[in-house]
């Protein structure tokens, strides 16, 4: 590289100094010419012929710049050479002006030149030719050896780079060969590594091996162990739960689980876990009522051996009672399947199948229960529920009589005969079989409610001496029973019935009574507000204040309405009595509520409304006195005489007795009108 440079410098170097000498020559030639012009001789000799022309010399003075333009001069500077070339300008600037002063004087001396200035003139013109042609080969000659030159230089150049990739390759060569060197070097000395590793694994595995055998060992005998520990404590805890289904007293069954769940607590400590074992927990969970500790017991027993139906059983139990029929069926439908002969499951699967009122279901499984265990009473009992809720009197009937030879002394069977009875419409045979059901049990709730059911049964059939009787016994035996609205429900038939034999404030005192224990009881405000409402002295404020809180639950009551209706009316409100009789005659169109409404009517002042209601009553009923009397006043108010005496003459001459005072009263103002 620094060769090159030195010989393109040199190249430089040689045009600035040939391009220097011209100008030089040039400049002495015109010098010698600007002489030759001044002097005597010269004088005459440029007259006659043709002058160097100043565009000429220029001419060529600007070629001989032009070659090498910018070139630095050998062994200067480039500051120095331009400040050269501004010296050389200045010159040529100053000669040239020279020359055209003298060109100017010498125009006007050409047309004097003489023969001897025109043949001078010549020669020096050729000698002008002689040496712009030598410049021009000079030039030539210098351009090929530039050419040359630059052709010398591209090889050279090719050359060196040639040798800069050939040392490149070299070097990527040897830094491949030592890199492969490298990685042969790492790879044997991994492989190395990896045997000893391998061999040091080995002898780690064998030493592994050893111990781990003398680990299964002793882990064999300990588990022999466990198991003879756990099969004891399952034998102990399976004999628990047997006493506990044969026990009857409930707070020693709670003990006896209590006790097995202790051992399978134990045993899940030890780490001796078992489906046993959490089954058994399942059953303790399940009798305190922790009903999602108990189906998480069981879910581990089932994935601890999944072959045992009775975990699906005890599972679908605890699902029905969560009201998740769905999952219960599924799980009673899987213990079925492992033990095509368990009962018990198809029946609480019946039982799942009404829940999900799937009534032809149900009746499929209690049958498949029944002919497993022929004597099963509790699914006779149910087939003849599902009868009894179809209107299958006659198979409900068969049943039940089923039931009744397995078990001749079930109470149970008795009271539901005698409902059974009762819906059918047969009030002998209901009776009948309350009354075993009563006799057959001691005094205590259940014995309760089948007076109170008794009662219902003989309230229905018109007997209210003995339907009070059996309502009172049941009234008095009340504190038996737990559940309170069971409570307000015997003592709102204890009250219907005395008011059905007229002894209204005994009656009153009860519905109060049902009201203290149950506020919301509708049919005691109902029956309640009537009986205050038909009292000569009676608090309109609180009747209307019972039958609103009666309206509030049950807008749409007939019973509500018409006695808010009849309130409203004796509080002499009669747009809001309107209202409400309106509303219980969408709901029944019978004559008393009928007789209310045109009343309501009447009362506000709407004689057409009520007279139409009333036209219509005597039409239905020709006896129907009151609405005659009311007719007669609506006639009168209406102008219309005749037909207001008519219609009370009407009641006169069939019913003299009837509201005979008013009537008469009546019939005279008319006649006096008539008059």
Known sequence: MNENKTKNYKNKKNKILFSLLTVIFIILFLSVIFKCKNSPRNSNSFQNGH???????????????????????????????????????????????????????EIEKQKELTPKDEFEKNNREKEIEIIEKKRLEEEKRLEEEKSLKEERKKEEEKKRLEQERLEIEKKKAEEKKREKEEKRKQEENKKLEEKKKLEAE?????????????????????????????????????????????????????????KAAEIANQMIENQNESDAAHYVLSKNASQNKKYDNALSELEKAINLNRENPLYYYDKGKILYLKRRYEDAQWNFEKACELNENFYQSKYNLGLTFEKLNQNGEAKKAF???????????????????????????????????????????????????????????????????????????????????????????????????????????????????????????????????LEKNGKIEDAKEKYQEVLKINPNAQKAKINLSAILMKENQVDLDYVLELLLSAYKTDS????????????????????????????????????????????????????????????????????????????????????????????????????????????????????????
Not at 65 to 73: F, S, T, V
Not at 233 to 254: F, T, Y
Not at 467 to 474: G, H
Request: proline share 2%; net charge negative; hydrophobic share 30%.
């Open 556 to 675: 749409d009551s007939y019973e509500v309405n018409n006695n808010l209706g009849t309130c409203y009316l004796l509080k002499k409100d009669y747009k809001n009595a309107v209202i409400h009789y309106e509303k219980a005659a969408e709901k029944s169109k019978n004559n008393e509520i009928l007789n209310n409404l045109a009343n309501a009517y009447l009362e506000n002042g709407d004689l057409e409304k009520s007279c139409g209601i009333y036209e219509n009553l005597v039409l239905q009923d020709n006896q129907d006195w009151n609405s005659f009397v009311n007719l007669g006043k609506i006639y009168l108010q209406q102008g219309r005489v005749e037909e207001s005496l008519k219609a009370l003459l009407t009641v006169k001459n069939n019913a003299p007795k009837f509201r005979k005072q008013e009537v008469d009263s009546l019939i005279d103002v008319l006649t006096g009108v008539s008059e």
């Open 51 to 105: 002058p160097y022309h100043i565009e000429e010399r220029q001419k060529t003075q600007n070629n001989a710049l032009a070659e090498n333009p910018g070139n630095e001069i050998s062994g200067k500077k480039s500051d120095d050479f331009n400040k050269n070339e501004h010296e050389q300008k200045s010159f040529l600037e100053q000669s040239e002006q020279r020359e055209n002063e003298d060109d100017l004087s």
């Open 367 to 497: 049958s498949e229960a029944i002919e497993i265990k022929n004597d099963y009473e509790k699914a006779f009992l149910e087939l003849a529920r599902i009868n009894a809720k179809e209107n299958c009197f006659s198979e409900a009937e068969k049943n039940y009589q089923k039931a009744l030879e397995i078990n001749p002394d079930n109470p149970k069977i008795f009271d539901e005969l005698g409902s059974l009875y009762f819906q059918n419409g047969d009030i002998e045979k209901s009776e009948e079989y309350f009354k075993k059901a009563i006799e057959s049990r001691p005094k205590g709730e259940e014995s309760t409610l089948a007076k109170y059911n008794l009662s219902t049964v003989l309230l229905d059939s018109g007997d209210f001496v003995q339907a009070q009787k059996y309502a009172w016994q049941a009234y008095d035996e009340k504190g038996f029973v737990k559940n309170e609205n069971n409570q307000a429900n015997i003592i709102y038939n204890y009250a219907l019935i």
């Open 202 to 258: 080995k002898k780690r595995l064998a030493e592994e091996k050893k111990r781990l055998e003398e680990e299964k060992k002793l882990a064999e005998a300990e588990e022999k162990r466990l198991a003879e520990e756990n099969q004891k404590s399952i034998e102990m805890m399976n004999s628990l739960l047997e006493e506990s289904e044969n026990v009857q007293d409930s707070e020693l069954k709670k003990q006896k689980i209590e």
